[in-house]
């Protein structure tokens, strides 16, 4: 039996467009949007997000195909071409964050801007838009896990389509893309708050939170999937990386706390905050 929500959305001048590819983009717009009323807020320019995520974007594309490929290599070995073949899915988001990443070095070393502050700046709106896309993967038919019955789904009161989609292969899934999404949504809500609280944060610990509550969620929602990518034997790469973000981003915080005198993140920005 197959899945009821067609990948594709609808064909232009008979290429499909697939809501995979829909879905990410709107994420993307949401963050550029939120990341730029925050920018402007803190004393950066709104063209500073715009200027970034001009070449940040196919960057983080393409550090998340690599990202995937080499730890899936096998297949792409026997067909390379399909390396390139990234409408149907097979993007990694820990690789589109490690490219993104070393591209925000750069960018803000060459426009004199704190990688800190842009950090801070963008990182709720990165966990709303790594929310959002995940329903991207949930059109197609991706990011499950193990073998679940129908009951099951319904006794966690879904919604008919999802419990419909989750019927994978002939066999209804874990909703694993829904944890990760609902956890990550509740991320934002929680770093939002935290965000506004004045004398609350120090610089960086906007970006330090993110990791710590991405990794911790991430760790064991990952190790519910069945589709994950592996390091070697039964060690997923995603939860390795998880709990390193996750135990370095406290240490981190810890060790800034203590030792260093960190400027608070709301320090003198004036009263004119939006609320998200």
Excluded at 40 to 68: C, E, H, N, Q, W
Excluded at 117 to 124: E, G, K, Q, R
Excluded at 159 to 173: L, Q, V
Aim: with cysteine; hydrophobic share 50%.
């Amino acid at each position: 039996m197959l899945a009821l929500v067609n990948r594709v959305a609808f064909e232009l001048f008979g290429l499909p467009i697939y809501w995979y590819a829909i879905i990410i983009v709107s994420g993307v717009i949401i963050a550029m949007w939120l990341s730029t009323r925050e920018a402007v807020r803190v004393g950066l320019k709104a063209d500073d997000v715009t200027d970034f995520m001009l070449i940040g974007l196919p960057v983080s594309i393409i550090g998340g195909r690599l990202y995937y490929v080499l730890f899936d290599l096998e297949p792409y070995l026997k067909d390379p071409i399909q390396i390139f073949n990234t409408r149907s899915g097979g993007l990694a988001i820990y690789g589109a964050l490690i490219a993104g990443g070393i591209w925000l070095y750069f960018f803000c070393r060459r426009n004199f801007i704190s990688p800190v502050t842009f950090l801070d700046i963008a990182a709720p709106s990165v966990l709303l838009a790594q929310g959002i896309g995940r329903w991207g993967n949930f059109m197609n038919h991706e990011a499950h896990g193990a073998e679940v019955s129908r009951s099951f789904l319904e006794s966690l009161h879904l919604p008919k389509f999802i419990i419909d989609n989750m019927n994978i292969d002939g066999a209804y899934r874990q909703p694993t893309f829904l944890y990760e999404s609902v956890w990550n949504v509740l991320g934002f809500i929680v770093l939002i708050l935290l965000r506004k609280k004045k004398g609350l944060l120090k610089e960086g610990e906007v970006f330090l939170g993110y990791l710590i509550w991405y990794g911790f969620g991430r760790f064991f929602i990952e190790g519910m999937r069945t589709d994950s990518l592996y390091l070697f034997g039964p060690i997923r790469v995603s939860q390795v990386l998880s709990a390193l973000l996750f135990f370095g981003a406290i240490i981190i915080l810890i060790w800034r706390r203590k030792k260093t005198k960190v400027k608070d993140y709301n320090r003198s920005y004036g009263e004119n905050e939006y609320v998200i």
